[in-house]
Structure formats: structure tokens, C-alpha cells
């Protein structure tokens, strides 16, 4: 069995992820973990994935609040990436739609598409359209090419890699901005093995030969770690607001819980 990154010999971990109860293997070349049997998830997505998630959601986007991770997502790309007032926007995964309302204050994109298989989170603006349906079973002739396309803790959920990447460009996106966790973290690495639906885990090397393979040149590529928010480590509230005012959200850090870039195929 050989590694879907970089072709490699895969090595047994004598791990099994619970969620779909397939063993993981890892590439010691690249630095990546798999699982290398397929596993139909379409329902999971549209039913499942989200739903102990919804309360919160309704509650913070009846406010059109954004929270501090939004923040900090948009920050960053805004730095690395020149993006103008009035652009076309794909987001693959849209989730609860909070990286639309932030670029919309910021950027007023002319569209946003978001491709999410959950019907549940659908927002109704003037320049949102949904998709309800996973990225692998959208028509790409229905997205506008030279798009910014943006996708946030996906990467990992994809099984076929190299069709993924093959249909992302077909789209021809003016630039791919992503996360995934950064499984060069022991404590990401465990989690991410255990408790998600994660096909794959990456490192920063692994996403490198990974999006150079597939034709994508790299603008950014940082290991973040979060300041004012944390999945892991919960800032109290008043930190929390100081950390807010003085936009300190975040830092570039070795073996930070997150892995983001930016990337656009090569002309
Ligand atoms: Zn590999």
C-alpha cells in the first residue's frame, strides 16, 4: 500500500479510527497518516456531522456576530492575499456560514457561494447561493471561474485526493485558501485520529508535496496557533475581549494546532 501524497510504502500503525473502524497508516516520507479504504459518507454529512452544533449557530447568526476565530481567518488572509471589494467567493464546507458574514462586512463580495451538504445552515442574503451537497458531487460548470476559493477542516474529510484537486482546478480558482489541523501536534495528532472522520492527516511537509504534486504554487503556508480562541485551551472571557481589542488572535508557531495557506495554481 503506498502513501496517496507521495506514493511511498505506507507503514501499519496498529491504530484504528473508531468513526469509520478502518486502521491508519503512515508515510514516513512525507509525514502523513491515512486511511486507505473508502468509506460512504454522503449521508453522514447532510444528517449527521453537525447536528449537536445547530443552537449556537441560530443564536450568534441572528446577531450577525463574529466570533474571534472568524476574525482572525479573514486577518490573515487579508495580509498574504490582495483581495478587492466586489469578488467572487466558493467556499467549500460553508459550515455555519461565519466566514461569509465577516468577508461580506469587510470585502462585500459580488457572490458567495457556499457548498455545504447541510441544508440546516443555509442564510438567506442577496449575495449567498447554496449548494447542498458535498464538493465532490457539485457540476463545476455551475461555479464562476477565477473565483477566491475557500476551505476551512475539509482536506482532512476527503478521501480521493487527487480527483479533489483535479476538479478544483477545473473550476480555475484566482487562489485556494485553507486549513486543516496540524498533525505534527501530538495532541491534534491524537485527536484528529480518534474523534473525527478524517481520511487523512496532514503535516506541513505532506501539504507542501501535496499541493506542489497538483500544480498549486505556494503564497503562504504558516502552522498557526490560536491566542483568543482555542478549541483546546479556553481563554476566559475578559482575555478573551483584550486579545479582541488588540486583534492579537493568533501567532505563527511551531507545531501550532492549525496549518493554513494560500495557494494558486500555476499558470
Ligand atoms: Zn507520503
Redesign the pocket.
Known sequence: MN?P??S?KLKETGKINPIFNKPLFF?D??V?WHIIENVDVSTYYKEEYHKNYQYKINFLRKLNLTGNRAIANYAYFNKNFKISIGEEFIEIGGGTGDKFIIFNKKKKPKQYVIIEPDVRFNINKPNVAYMNNLFNEVNSENLNPNSIVIMFHVLEHVFDLNSFFEKLKSIKPKCFYFEVPNCNNQKVREDSFINHPHFHHFTKK?VS?LLEKNGLKKLSLDEIEPISYHPYIKPNKIMKYVHRIFAKHEEIKENGIYLRGIYKFSD
Request: net charge neutral; proline share 0%; hydrophobic share 20%.
Open positions: 502513501c501524497i507521495c511511498n508515510c516520507t512525507c502523513s505532506s508535496v
